[in-house]
């Protein structure tokens, strides 16, 4: 069973801000349920992340992660599968939800979360309360390290999980390799120590432990290995990589290969280890999380990420419809009252990137700049870009004239338009010192390439590398020709570069008599930066937004298609000027050969006869004599 959105229930506040949340009906129709599905999972990202399948009744059914979603989630649908409750599985699906994370690591920490929160009926392997690993510090006089499932809250600092023991294990032994840390379970404290009843064990006598049982090692200098391991455990393992690495070439100097091989081992576990999970942490308990994504333009999206014993167990976004130019602040507290209403939530403490302007009292609200926190905040903004890509891409597919409307209305208000950029110009100069100068002139068309405008322009006036009067020189022949013509005039031209390119364009059409009717903004080297004419400040558009995307696939295809005819120039350019000091070749020759043969090289190992078939037995032999006949070599008398 698949459930399609089949109508949007719209809430609106006293401030005229509404959020749609659709309502959804199920097809029982095998043909009807795969074209839908197939529809949905057109539109998947392919990022790592966690899926989870529901019922007609809206139930968890299965909770999956993914390295590539769209990839994984196609492999249930597009097969019968050999295993009979996979086939049971997918005849239940009713609806499909996804959260995207950073990385593989995360999604396998989420989808335990998630299993041990929803226990799925299809879900096997981790319906138990077993959980991953984590290496704790303990908080003692003389701390110890070691792998542990149990969480004490004593103090001790937790780092984890470990989806693969083999490496928490690995982790550990090299630290005992590195520190002399304790294994001993013996609770030492100063009253311990008083007393003088410490014995010195094995390891003591193996050099594996300073005897923190009997105080032979001050408790400062001990905890100066524990910095030192907890800055391992924290993901910074150079120093533990090169001393594995040296270990293993001293290991191979004395022809200790498998020893040298068992620290390899080592060495490569270490390669893909991560010391801590952005979705799931000790150090963070049961918090709430509002992540915001706004593209400047009326649609805002809030995604709100629930947080249970430092695991994230719960994803929804939320869409809004600003009316009234509301702000960041109010939005969220909006979305927070909407989600608390709906889920029946009770805010302890929430994180966001900034206050909202509702007063909440006995919340604490954080705003992280650095750590756990901070990136736990960090997923849940690209889970809310992400729902906003979602929409683009179904709107595309569904109503690609009102995806069209809603560009050209935002790009309108961000390049300060009088009028829709229904059709954009670009244009690139391309030389090498000075050499070959050309230029290129792209066409888009409801924000869309349209090739078959393109344009290539051979630079004729200009002398040297001067890319403003080179500028000044396109712009004018093309402009200049389409008004002769009557062919209609672009609503905006973009220029690659900053203030001088601009000023060259702004002098082109003030001549022209078009300043006023064609706006006209340069790129500059950074593509976040916009200049406009008159003005020395440059506008800073907002990464996320859909006119910067526009923009640089602009300036791409504009660099793209001036440095492929630039580059056919000079390959031309090297032909003919080989093939002018033959006497008897003309231009128009010269020019049939290349048009064939495409290069020297080629013409070169060509057969006279097929030479003969494009200019003629008598004209071929000048070309092959001349060819075959060997210039001076580079080092030789005649180059001295």
């Not at 150090?283 to 430092?310: A, K, L, P, Q, S």
């Not at 013509?485 to 000023?503: A, C, F, M, T, Y």
């Amino acid at each position: 069973m698949l459930i399609e959105p089949c109508s949007v229930a719209t809430f609106r506040d006293t401030t005229g801000v509404r959020f749609e949340l659709a309502k959804f009906k199920c097809h029982s129709m095998k043909h009807e349920k795969s074209q839908e599905l197939k529809e949905k999972i057109a539109i998947l990202p392919d990022t790592p992340g966690v899926y989870m399948y529901f019922d007609k009744e809206g139930t968890v059914i299965y909770v999956g992660k993914a390295k590539n979603l769209k990839r994984r989630v196609s492999s249930y649908f597009n097969r019968t599968h050999d295993v009979l409750r996979t086939n049971l599985l997918v005849r239940n699906i009713a609806d499909m939800k996804y959260i995207v994370v950073p990385t593989e690591q995360d999604a396998l920490n989420l989808e335990n979360s998630m299993i041990k929160e929803y226990k799925p009926r299809y879900n096997v392997l981790l319906k138990d309360d077993k959980s991953y690993p984590w290496i704790v510090v303990t908080n003692e006089l003389y701390p110890r390290v070691f792998l542990t499932r149990q969480h004490v809250r004593d103090g001790s600092k937790y780092y984890g999980p470990y989806t693969n023991t083999a490496v928490a294990r690995t982790v550990l032994e090299l630290i005992a390799e590195l520190y002399p840390v304790r294994t001993c379970r013996i609770p030492i404290t100063p009253d311990y120590l008083a007393r003088g009843k410490g014995r010195r064990c094995l390891q003591y006598h193996i050099k594996r432990c300073k005897g923190c049982c009997t105080g032979e090692i001050d408790p400062d200098t001990y905890n100066g290995y524990i910095d030192r391991v907890r800055q391992i455990l924290r993901g910074e393992t150079q120093e533990l990589m090169t001393y594995l690495r040296g270990e293993m070439e001293r290991l191979s100097m004395e022809l200790r290969f498998e020893e040298a091989q068992e620290l390899k081992q080592s060495y490569r576990l270490l390669e893909n280890y991560r010391s801590k999970s952005v979705i799931v942490s000790q150090t963070i308990g049961d918090v709430d999380v509002f992540g915001f994504d706004d593209d400047g333009g009326n649609e805002v999206y809030v995604n709100y990420m629930h947080v249970r014993r430092g695991a994230v167990v719960r994803s929804v976004t939320l869409r809004y419809r600003r009316s009234l130019e509301e702000s960041k602040a109010q939005i969220l507290g909006y979305a927070m009252e909407e989600i608390r209403l709906a889920l029946g939530v009770e805010y302890d403490e929430i994180i966001v990137a900034e206050a909202p302007e509702v007063e909440m009292t006995g919340i604490t609200f954080t705003i992280p700049r650095r750590g756990d926190k901070a990136k736990l905040l960090e997923v849940s903004e690209r889970n809310a870009r992400q729902n906003r890509v979602d929409d683009l891409k179904h709107m595309e597919r569904h109503n690609p004239e009102e995806r069209v409307d809603k560009l050209m209305e935002r790009m309108k208000a961000d390049f300060r338009l009088s009028e829709l950029p229904r059709h954009i110009e670009c244009f690139d100069n391309s030389n090498i010192q000075g050499t070959n100068p050309v230029a290129s002139c792209v066409v888009f068309r409801n924000g869309r390439p349209s090739k078959k405008d393109y344009r290539h322009f051979n630079i004729r006036t200009v002398e040297g590398p001067d890319d403003f009067a080179s500028m000044k020189e396109v712009l004018t022949r093309r402009y200049t020709r389409l008004m002769e013509e009557g062919q209609g005039l672009p609503q905006l031209i973009v220029v690659d570069g900053g203030k001088g390119q601009l000023s060259s364009a702004v002098e082109a059409l003030d001549e022209m008599g078009l300043r006023g009717q064609i706006a006209v903004v340069g790129i500059a080297k950074r593509l976040e930066e916009i200049y406009f004419p008159g003005d020395s400040v440059p506008l800073y558009i907002d990464k996320n937004s859909e006119t910067l995307r526009v923009v640089q696939h602009l300036r791409d295809e504009a660099h793209r298609f001036g440095i492929t005819h630039h580059r056919n120039r000079r390959s031309k350019s090297a032909l003919v000027s080989e093939l002018d000091g033959i006497k008897g070749i003309g231009p128009k020759t010269a020019e049939a050969l290349l048009q064939h043969f495409k290069s020297v090289k080629r013409l070169r190992e060509a057969a006279e006869a097929d030479i003969a078939a494009i200019i003629g037995p008598a004209k071929a032999k000048l070309v092959v004599n001349s060819l075959s006949t060997p210039g001076p070599q580079s080092g030789s008398p005649n180059n001295i």
